[in-house]
């Protein structure tokens, strides 16, 4: 075995990729999906409870909303994912993976906790901004150290359920809502706050589970930290011998050689992105963008089309996204595998065709009138089967088909430029049109977001990169690999 050592030259040989990726699937790569897999429960909890306390939050007597202000409170939580992605992605590939992802837990546990004590509009929006920031963040470091971990044969699957666990967040916080916004048990001011102090609760646990996890060695080796790398590595491997696994020899010849880099410049990143990878960017940008605006058009605003389309009580629309939100996290569970054995093109044009077509035939029969609360939630969870894994996927594909060096920048330059493209504006277009009561609006706007989808399954049939299997290296080689 070559352990990761520096040469006479400066630059560093290792086999630790090779030795990541010949690790076969076992409890420790479970507890890697639980670890970090809970950023998306997180997310999850975070954009129910605003969906489903929407109700509470305009009849509160301290924050005096309207609909658009609703629309207007989950554009600040995206903005600030926006931001917080751009700003803690640079960190990430500059001071580590592990670091920034106990920075940024620590921002969101504060600003969810200061969003149920707002005392006025303003001062919600403001933490709904800096929630958004601690969970933007979190998606780079979180979804670099998966790539980084998980072996190349498991890395679609793992990535794919790890983002569905978004939507066990989801489930979450349908349940929660329902619980604190029944006001035969509680008075739905108070229940709308402890909704969110729910949130705080649950990161301070997240807090002791990542406790164990480590550096990725990829990035050690990278940053001229050799020893670390290997020690990292070596302890991995140990945990796997005294459970009782025998571990192959990796490959002698799939060693790299490296040149340690010290900075993670955003020149370099977009030099990377628009000169090296262009296609790559096309690909990445179009499937970002599309299940942005879809998801965050839909998702956001459901509960105030199920409370001023079909009457539905606020206490009672957790209890129609909690099996919306489960199906959600089916898709990515069951679908998930086939990323890896019919591989990520086939896949992601099936996904992505499948929930704009699906789209198109519901939004129909909602313009015409033909659905009651309950076939309207039946046709978002046959139509979101599909576009979970394919969201899913997008993270997935921007994550795995550009170099170590810039991989977490990557993640959140595109999820930010996706996000300001598709996201941040969606919650309140289309809160401002279900507040026109008008079916054939909200349809015109669902037109709109099924066509994105049907458009990005075209550019990835054509354009995606067909990375199944393939370790890290093999898809996009290190910008600091030397021969």
Known sequence: MTATAPTSQGRIVTDVPARLDRLPWSPFHRLVIAALGITWVLDGLEVTLAGSVAGALRASPALHFGDADIGIAGSAYLSGAVLGALFFGWLTDRMGRRKLFFITLALYLTATACAGLSWDGLSFFVFRFLTGAGIGGEYAAINSTIQELVPARYRGFTDLVVNGGFWLGAALGALVAALLLNPALIDPELGWRLAFLTGAALGVIVVFMRMWLPESPRWLALHGRADEADAVVTEIEDGFRKAGFTLTAPDPKATLALRPMHDG??????????????????????????????????????????????????????????????????????????????????????????????????????????????????GWMTVFFFASPAASAAYLTVAETFPLEIRALAIALFYAAATAIG???????????????????????????????????VVAWLFAVDAEGKSLEEVAPPLSREP
């Open 423 to 457: 996201g941040v504006a969606a919650p309140y277009l289309f809160g401002r049109l279900v507040e026109e009561s008008s079916r054939t609006s909200l349809f015109i706007g669902y037109l709109f977001a099924a066509a994105l989808m049907l458009v990005a399954a």
């Open 265 to 378: 410049a955003v020149r370099r990143a977009l030099d990377t992105l628009f000169r090296v990878y262009p296609r790559r960017t096309l690909v990445g940008l179009t499937l970002m963008a599309a299940q942005a605006f879809f998801y965050n058009a839909i998702f956001f605003t459901y509960a105030l089309v199920l409370a001023n389309y079909y009457a539905v009580p606020s206490d009672q629309i957790g209890w129609h996204i909690l099996p919306f939100a489960l199906t959600n996290f089916l898709g990515p569970l069951l679908l998930g595998r086939l990323f890896d054995l019919w591989g990520r093109r086939k896949m992601l044009a099936l996904t992505y065709g499948a929930s704009g077509a699906l789209l198109l035939i519901w939004a129909s029969l909602f313009e015409g009138g033909l659905l009651t609360a309950t076939t309207q939630t039946i």
